[in-house]
């Protein structure tokens, strides 16, 4: 399984983005599907997740109400919607799966992840 995510960019502060993971290869049906992000100078920390087979979500504190995560079955695709943009959302972007339906934030527990997209809020 390979991941994809894209969809970053430059967007000033209050602005909207919506980043895109694509799986792709074998039959993908993970667990779990999650977002993750990764500050200069800091660890990579968990944004939000979503159960593939129920779309029930979690979200770390500082995403609720502002970060929608949901996903396409159809296209294999998992969406974060992120609005009301802060400068300290400033990050590398990641999504990642897991095979597990338990909503799990540690990065070690993850079984595939992607390459990043960079989201850059200016104040």
């Known amino acids: 399984v390979q991941l994809q995510a894209s969809g970053g960019g430059l967007v000033q502060a209050g602005g909207s983005l919506r980043l895109s993971c694509a799986a792709s290869?074998?039959?993908?049906?993970?667990?779990?599907v999650g977002w993750f992000r990764q500050a200069p100078g800091k660890e990579r920390e968990f944004v939000a997740a979503i159960r593939w087979s129920t779309t029930s979500t979690y979200y770390e504190d500082s995403a609720k109400g502002r970060f929608t995560i949901s996903r396409d079955n159809a296209k294999n695709a998992v969406y974060l919607q992120m609005n009301s943009l802060k400068p300290e959302d400033t990050a590398v972007y990641y999504c990642a799966a897991r095979k597990s339906i338990v909503f799990i934030t540690r990065t070690s527990d993850y079984d595939y992840w992607g390459p990043g997209t960079q989201v850059t809020v200016s104040s």
């Open positions: 290869g074998r039959t993908f049906s993970p667990g779990t």
